[in-house]
């Protein structure tokens, strides 16, 4: 399983009433580091899938939600749990230093 495109119309029922928490990528096409952090969040959705929910966000696409949550920079990643904001990192990271803070926040 790897990460799911969410729209905000999707944003409540994927995210904020999941039962896993959740982390969420707020990316855009033409943000080259999203680029480069895009198949590490992948590859975290499938090593840690059976505790958390992994979704991305095109900013482009669905502008109300990062709007709403204060996104200011991309890459920004979120880890949501219980419908709650748990953390917030700005920046691409390696997939040790993901998965690391991940697995702390959950």
């Known amino acids: 399983m790897s990460s799911v495109a969410v729209t ?5 029922s994927e995210v904020l009433k999941s039962e896993l928490p959740v982390v969420v990528d707020f990316w855009a096409e033409w943000c080259g580091p999203c680029k480069t ?7 975290l959705a499938n090593d840690l899938k059976d505790k958390v929910k992994v979704v991305k966000i095109n900013i482009d696409e669905a502008p ?6 204060g996104v200011r920079g991309i890459p920004t990643l979120m880890i949501f749990k219980n419908g709650e904001i748990v953390d917030t990192r700005v920046g691409g990271m390696p ?8 697995e702390s926040a959950v």
Do not use: R
Not at 8 to 12: L, M, R, T
Not at 37 to 43: A, C, F, G, I
Not at 64 to 69: F, I, Q, R
């Open 37 to 43: 952090l895009s198949p590490v969040v992948d590859e």
């Open 64 to 69: 109300e939600t990062p709007t709403k949550y």
């Open 8 to 12: 905000d119309s999707e944003f409540e």
């Open 95 to 102: 997939k040790s230093q993901l998965e690391e803070w991940v």
